[in-house]
């Protein structure tokens, strides 16, 4: 299972994800959007749909203030798509987006990454003069659409915070800024392939892997940190070495002990004695 505070931030999206299905024209009070943006979790982690720090990165020229308005004015009508895509009376032509629309070409269009937001909307058939819904989808994906429009709103909140010098967190664009994508990528697939119990457990197999000069194995830190988020006990472990008397065990020995830490009782602590007592049982 996730994290506590990524559980609660989960459940949290759904709940405001619900209330745009609910009533697209809802409106979030400042207060109630802080928290999503005041959490420890890296925007890859924050942002599930919204490529949020590439569009960022990608627009990133000249004078900070001006870009980040230019993408904030963009992100501005890109939630408007989504909010009327929502609403129970849609918009005429809704299933389309016209190139040369003066709105769209002005704001969407003009910054990179634009239309891939359209796509993640539903509007995935590219045409010589637009975009639209395929030929056969009579309805757009009410769920996919509530969630990239809240992750749109979300970004837009956070660029006016940062604009005005009131983010809660204050190294948030440089978060966004950071270009993690290579690492956002293999933290991805460590979850999807091994099927770790959070994008933290992810991140910090991805850490153990990259440090140096150690030499782990990928299975071996994959199967540690399901069971324990301590760094310090993940490196003795996966270094074969006790906590308390030093001594080293051959790889094939220490499989056991995740064998017992896997059926230990929910909530037991990893006390520094516990695994020199397991590994002198297992050593004799």
């Not at 979790?41 to 960022?56: E, F, I, K, M, S």
């Not at 005429?92 to 269009?109: A, Q």
């Not at 308390?244 to 830490?261: Q, T």
Request: hydrophobic share 40%.
């Amino acid at each position: 299972m996730p994290g506590e505070e990524e559980r609660a931030f989960l459940a949290a999206r759904e709940e405001l994800a619900s209330a745009l299905r609910r009533d697209s024209a809802q409106v979030f009070p400042l207060e109630q959007l802080k928290p999503f943006l005041a959490t420890s979790l890296p925007p890859a982690a924050r942002y599930l749909q919204l490529d949020a720090g590439r569009l960022v990165r990608c627009n990133a020229h000249g004078e900070t203030r001006n870009y980040l308005n230019t993408l904030s004015t963009a992100l501005n009508i890109l939630e408007k798509y989504g909010r009327n895509l929502l609403s129970p009376q849609r918009p005429r032509y809704w299933r389309s987006v016209k190139f040369n629309n003066p709105v769209f070409r002005s704001t969407v269009d003009a910054v990179q990454g634009g239309r891939d937001v359209l796509r993640l909307y539903g509007y995935t058939e590219e045409r010589p003069d637009g975009l639209s819904f395929p030929e056969g989808q009579e309805e757009p994906d009410e769920y996919q659409v509530a969630i990239v429009t809240l992750e749109v709103l979300l970004l837009r909140t956070e660029l006016s915070l940062l604009l005005q010098n009131k983010h809660p967190r204050q190294n948030a664009l440089d978060e966004l800024l950071r270009d993690n994508v290579e690492d956002d990528s293999l933290v991805r697939r460590l979850l999807a392939v091994y099927t770790l119990p959070s994008w933290g457990r992810a991140e910090l197999a991805l850490s153990l892997l990259q440090e140096t000069p150690r030499n782990y194995e990928l299975l071996d830190v994959v199967e540690a940190v399901r069971h324990s988020h301590d760094r310090a006990f993940l490196r003795r472990l996966l270094a074969q070495e006790c906590a308390v008397c030093g001594w080293a065990l051959p790889r094939n020995r220490v499989s056991p002990f995740l064998l017992y830490l896997d059926s230990a009782p929910a909530g037991l602590p990893p006390h520094p004695r516990w695994p020199c007592l397991l590994l002198l049982s297992l050593h004799h």
